[in-house]
Each structure stands twice: as structure tokens, then as C-alpha cells.
């Protein structure tokens, strides 16, 4: 899927009313349905097969400018229930900031936000904040650990 198609499933997606109103900054808002780490979740999109066919599919979504550990590295299990604990089941804001939009393993690579108390609040900014992960560029190869 070329950034286009991922557009227009967007697009279609919220007209089918899958994911949230629009808001001022965000690409779209849609529920988190699992965590696979601490910076990899998943979510339901629509795939659009024709004008008048689309299905819901799930997609994998990756956290922009954050590299938390591996399965079987020392904080991986820390950092993924934070991370479950945080957006699991709940509905985020996903905006797309970076000139990739999905990375090589098709995932989309995105910023997310959720609401505070009326504040909207970067979960990737508060990975980095608490030290937790390695910040990392996707326009460049991955960082040997």
C-alpha cells in the first residue's frame, strides 16, 4: 500500500465511522486493540478493495522516534506493560510526522497522543521521558543494541 491507498483507508475508514472525528493536528483517532511491545501496538483499519468494497483489517502501528527492548531483552516486560497499561483498549490520537509513513516491516510509523484531563499528551514524549527506549530516527537504519 502506497501512502495514497494508506490515505484513502484512513479517509474511508472514518466516513465508515471506525475511527473518531478529526481534531485540529491529528491524522485520526482510532482504539488501540493490543500492545506487542513498548513501542509497537495494533490497531483496526480498513483496507479498500473498490469503491464499493472495504474491509476492516488489523494493522500494525509503530511508535515514531522511540526503541524500546526486544522480547528477551532486560526491560522488555517492564516497558510493555507500561506501554498495555497506558493505550490498550483506549482511543489515541495518531498523527503521522515523519517522511516515511510505514516502516520495513509495513507497519505505520506514527506519534500518539492521549487526552489528560483536557490536556493531550504525547505517550511517545513520555517513553522518552522516562528514559526508557533509545531514540531512534526511522529515515535511518536501526541501532545495534
Not at 482510532?30 to 513498548?38: K, M, N
Not at 483496507?47 to 476492516?56: G, I, L, R
Not at 490520537?93 to 504525547?122: A, H, P, W
Request: with cysteine.
Amino acid at each position: 500500500m502506497n501512502n495514497t491507498e494508506a490515505v484513502v483507508v484512513f479517509l474511508v475508514a472514518i466516513l465508515a465511522g471506525l475511527f473518531g472525528p478529526l481534531k485540529a493536528g491529528a491524522d485520526c483517532d482510532l482504539r488501540v486493540q493490543r500492545v506487542v511491545d513498548g513501542d509497537t501496538f495494533e490497531a483496526r483499519t480498513v483496507a479498500v478493495v473498490s469503491s464499493s468494497k472495504h474491509f476492516q483489517e488489523i494493522s500494525g502501528f509503530r511508535l515514531l522516534g522511540v526503541d524500546t527492548p526486544e522480547r528477551g531483552e532486560e526491560d522488555f516486560e517492564t516497558e510493555k506493560v507500561w506501554l498495555r497499561d497506558r493505550i490498550e483498549g483506549r482511543d489515541v490520537e495518531v498523527r503521522f510526522s515523519g517522511q516515511r509513513k510505514r516502516d520495513n516491516f509495513g507497519r505505520f510509523l506514527v506519534d500518539i497522543y492521549v487526552c489528560e484531563n483536557g490536556r493531550t499528551v504525547s505517550v511517545n514524549r513520555e517513553i522518552r521521558g522516562r528514559g526508557w527506549g533509545k531514540v531512534w530516527h526511522h529515515s535511518k537504519p536501526k541501532p545495534s543494541k
